[in-house]
Nanobody
């Protein structure tokens, strides 16, 4: 059974930075895509960034150039460095991994960008 646990959310001022981390338990291979999605109130869940070993990361258009995703396959972790945060980045951020066509999600961590 694969489980994902996020950490690092919180309140940050506009223009600030925050780093999210996600650790997976169970078997997650380097070729399994891991990533981050987010869901703001009243909106659909959207891709933030995803990464798979041997390929370039993919970013959502709204975070490109501001967020950086990284991964440690040995520790089964995926991290999201978020810079130049904006109020519209406020959302619950979910860690995700796809393994042989099955999607696994963390419970989410809230990021609030506000002055």
């Amino acid at each position: 059974q694969v489980r994902l646990e996020e950490s690092g959310g919180g309140l940050v001022q506009p223009g600030g930075s925050l780093r999210l981390s996600c650790v997976g338990s169970g078997t997650i291979l380097s070729e399994n895509t891991m990533g981050w999605y987010r869901q703001a109130p009243g909106k659909e869940r959207e891709l933030v960034a995803r990464i798979r070993s041997g390929r370039d990361p993919t970013y959502g258009e709204s975070v490109m150039g501001r967020f950086i995703i990284s991964r440690d396959n040995a520790k089964q972790t995926v991290s999201l460095q978020m810079n130049s945060l904006k109020p519209e980045d406020t959302a619950v951020y979910y860690c995700h991994v796809r393994i042989y066509g099955m999607d696994y999600w963390g419970k989410g961590t809230l990021v609030t960008v506000s002055s």
